[in-house]
């Protein structure tokens, strides 16, 4: 018996121990987990941080290059010009009225219209054929010329504006006040091939002006840089006025309404009429639409109680879009026939009272 029980007693202590060490362990691990966890949450979107970081200060170095890539080398402009190899050939020059520089070997060069970059290879190229083998040559626009640009249309201040150095639509917008309320929902950038006009050069260049469609939104408030281009001397930009939808027939107030640069449905036309008169029909609404060249006009069938009830898609409208509500047989001659029962109680009403 005695065995039994120091059995028992001995099975318990031991049952006891290990059941301790369990709980004592247990915690520690639960302690242990979280602070790894948080730690490499906290390592990892430091590191996406960085390279978004990184990501947007490269997209805008390149930005800057491309901007001075794109530049014309024009009259007047101040170029710094570095040859590594010999420091003799090291020159400030001023661009002539021409577009001709001097340079020590090289004589007169014309770099009017050329890019910095282009005018660096010319220069590596002939310095190679006779002088220098693979040379090095940087060139560095000091002071620009000031540049003339035109903006019309839709602008707080239109008009002609002289320019220093690489800017870009968006700086030309500034410039011109920012948009009207009116302005449409795109800018056009027109570039001439020979935006100096000089009579030699348009014999040999019989080109036609370059346009560039740019959309406002995707620039402007969706910030696609992509789009803001860098400008040339000569450039135009156009900022039409936005176009109108018309809305007519059975509305309270027919007319033409502008876009505003902003997207239009036929629910928001009609509203803008002010609301259909009680004898509308709003089942057989119609948009007549122009398209293609020769002005083929095509007709849209809308259900504008559809619309309203939710159960059919809310079109959006395009400009110069025409809208007639026509007006229902059946809801005039109850209109008509409610008039004519209450005149007839009036008149009724009045041979009473003689």
């Known amino acids: 018996m005695r065995s039994i029980k120091r059995g028992r007693i001995l099975f318990f202590l031991i049952f006891f121990l290990l059941s301790n060490s369990c709980v004592s362990t247990s915690p520690q691990k639960k302690e242990a987990s979280p602070p790894s966890e948080i730690q490499f949450k906290s390592l990892e979107s430091s590191q996406q941080i960085k390279a978004m970081n990184e990501s947007l200060l490269l997209k805008a170095l390149s930005m800057r290059r491309d901007h001075y ?63 220098i083998q693979n040379p090095n040559v940087s060139v560095f626009v000091k002071e620009y010329r000031s540049q003339r640009i035109s903006v019309i249309g839709a602008v707080e201040k239109p008009g002609i504006f002289d320019i ?57 408030i969706k910030g696609d840089l992509s789009l803001n281009l860098s400008l040339h001397h000569g450039d135009v930009l156009n900022i039409p006025v936005s176009g109108k939808v018309f809305v007519g027939g059975e509305v309270r107030r027919p007319g033409g309404f502008p876009l505003k640069g902003k997207r239009m449905t036929v629910s928001q036309a009609v509203a803008m009429a002010e609301g259909l008169k009680p004898e509308a029909n709003a089942n057989q609404v119609k948009i007549f639409r122009y398209v293609g060249e020769g002005g083929e006009r095509i007709s849209i069938p809308v259900d504008l109680s559809a619309i309203q009830r939710g159960q059919a898609e809310d079109l959006f409208l395009q400009e110069n879009d025409i809208v007639i509500v026509p007006k229902s047989g059946i809801k005039t001659f109850l209109i008509e026939f409610r008039d004519t029962v209450k005149g007839l109680i009036g008149f009724g009403f009045s041979l009473g009272s003689l």
């Open 69 to 131: 890539k794109e530049y014309r080398i024009g009259a007047e402009d101040l170029l710094e010009i570095n040859v590594f190899e010999d420091e003799k050939l090291n020159k400030t020059v001023r661009v002539s009225a021409q577009g001709n520089i001097s340079l020590p070997l090289l004589g007169v060069l014309r770099v009017k219209g050329l890019t910095p970059y282009e005018l660096e290879k010319e220069i590596r190229d002939l310095l190679a054929e006779k002088y």
């Open 164 to 220: 220093y150095g690489q800017r870009t639509l968006l700086d030309a917008l500034a410039m011109a006040g920012g948009l009207k309320e009116e302005a449409g929902p795109q800018l056009f950038l027109i570039r001439p091939t020979n935006p100096d006009g000089g009579a030699l050069e348009k014999k040999e260049s019989e080109e036609a002006p370059k346009t560039f469609i740019i959309d406002l939104e995707q620039l402007l």
